[in-house]
T-cell receptor
Framework: KNEVEQSPQNLTAQEGEFITINCSYS?????LHWLQQHPGGGIVSLFM???GKKKHGRLIATINIQEKHSSLHITASHPRDSAVYIC?????????????FGEGTQLTVNP | DTGVSQNPRHKITKRGQNVTFRCDPI?????LYWYRQTLGQGPEFLTY????????KSRLLSDRFSAERPKGSFSTLEIQRTEQGDSAMYLC???????????FGQGTRLTVV
């Protein structure tokens, strides 16, 4: 079992829909990241969380440390949100602050 | 500073050849990470540097792989005697401190034919 599991693997939505991507992890963490990857490969950091909730524009990220679960929400989705969204954790059990990644959620938003 | 820069963006090589990739981190960042991502998967950790010291290497980093960061600034990742299984996106990331946010480069996509 992977240390970081994401669901769903693939998600197709209509423009304007509210989207939720989930991430569960099995290790103690010092931080959780939500990342966005567009075709071509570049990764952009959306959020870094260690507790609670963060909001940036139409994006909201929440984390429940006790349940080892995080969600990424996109409100009023738009075709330009189409990308792979990756959850990554910084485990307390590994040195060096390296990240362990989920497999990603491919989001497609249709106009 | 334009962020983390990786070169080349794409590399096609014949099996058995050696390849070298370069990563230029954000200038004040002392931590530099290499990750590998195969199609449809999340990135996997390869190795990381704190300044010029290589502090951790993954089991994924076979003897054919070597990474350096000679002056604690840019880093190179070399793959010797490439194999088709080495085809992947190689990502570099840097951060300033232990728990700081990591910034990623655009990656180098390697295709071994």
């Amino acid at each position: 079992k992977n240390e970081v599991e994401q669901s769903p693997q693939n998600l197709t939505a209509q423009e304007g829909e509210f989207i939720t991507i989930n991430c569960s992890y099995s290790v103690g963490i010092s931080a959780l990241h939500w990342l966005q990857q567009h075709p071509g490969g570049g990764i952009v950091s959306l959020f870094m969380l260690s507790s609670g909730k963060k909001k940036h524009g139409r994006l909201i990220a929440t984390i429940n440390i006790q349940e080892k679960h995080s969600s990424l929400h996109i409100t009023a989705s738009h075709p330009r949100d189409s990308a792979v969204y990756i959850c990554a954790v910084r485990s307390r059990e590994t040195s060096g602050s390296r990240l362990t990644f989920g497999e990603g959620t491919q989001l497609t938003v249709n106009p | 500073d334009t962020g983390v820069s990786q070169n080349p963006r794409h590399k096609i090589t014949k099996r058995g050849q050696n390849v070298t990739f370069r990563c230029d981190p954000i200038s004040e960042h002392n931590r530099l990470y290499w990750y590998r991502q195969t199609l449809g998967q999340g990135p996997e950790f390869l190795t990381y540097f704190q300044n010029e010291a290589q502090l951790e290497k993954s089991r994924l980093l076979s003897d054919r792989f070597s990474a350096e960061r000679p002056k604690g600034s840019f880093s190179t990742l070399e793959i010797q005697r490439t194999e088709q299984g080495d085809s992947a996106m190689y990502l570099c990331a840097s951060s300033f401190e232990f728990l700081a946010e990591a910034f990623f480069g655009q990656g180098t996509r390697l295709t071994v034919v």
